[in-house]
């Protein structure tokens, strides 16, 4: 994560766009293979870190653009999670890394978007690429799931883009260094690879390194004699 006031810079940037109405960031969940225990790894939405930098499943923020409160809604590990994982910060201490003072359980969410809908605030969200958090959306605003991306802000959308598309000093030194573990999968690939070798043995490989940078892939490796 970067400080806390880079994310506090960006967050009231953002509010400082819209008039009123609130701007709703739905977290991811975890994606289970074959038991709910068992999950995939995970991976934050981006435009959640990018906000609320906590890279943990299952929260949703708010920005109450008229109060101007930031908001981030979660639950705390229960004891049943503490047991397989230790002891883990609550949500408050999370949220405090990224510069969020308010936060509430998960069950306070539909009080505050109930609310909204019924003195006819406006809900700003993205267009949303999981099922899951379609769903959400689905019993948070009433909205079908199916067609819940008509219904996304094309304003927040815009707002966002642009905040995004100019880089921090901070973020451009992140970028130099996925260049940089980039740049060694490819000498590593080049330097292994021979006749009568294994696509998965090169491949294999590579994600080696990148975990053993303490980083995760951005998208699955391709990696093939086809192209």
Not at 27 to 48: C, E, K, L, T
Not at 67 to 76: E, K, L, Q
Not at 158 to 173: C, F, N
């Amino acid at each position: 994560m970067f400080a806390p006031h880079v994310y506090v810079d960006r967050r009231n940037r953002l509010q400082q766009q819209f008039g009123n109405g609130l701007l709703l960031f739905v977290g991811n969940a975890d994606a289970p293979m074959n038991y709910a225990a068992n999950a995939y790894h995970f991976r934050q939405d981006s435009s959640f870190l990018y906000y609320f930098g906590v890279d943990d499943p299952d929260l949703v923020a708010v920005i109450d653009v008229d109060a101007g409160r930031h908001v981030i809604f979660g639950n705390d590990f229960t004891i049943d999670d503490i047991v397989w994982r230790g002891p883990q910060p609550t949500i408050a201490e999370r949220a405090a890394l990224a510069g969020v003072t308010d936060t509430q359980p998960l069950e306070k969410l539909p009080t505050l978007l109930g609310e909204a809908i019924r003195t006819g605030r406006r809900i700003h969200f993205l267009s949303q690429y999981r099922a899951d958090n379609a769903q959400l959306l689905e019993r948070l605003l009433g909205i079908r799931a199916e067609v819940i991306n008509q219904h996304a802000s094309i304003a927040l959308a815009k707002a966002v883009v642009s905040q995004r598309a100019y880089k921090s000093a901070e973020e451009i030194a992140e970028i130099e260094t996925a260049l940089e573990i980039g740049h060694d999968m490819h000498v590593l690939a080049m330097k292994m690879a021979k006749p009568g070798m294994y696509e998965r043995e090169v491949a294999g490989a590579i994600a080696g390194l990148v975990e053993s940078r303490g980083v995760a892939l951005a998208f699955p490796i391709i990696f093939s004699v086809h192209g």
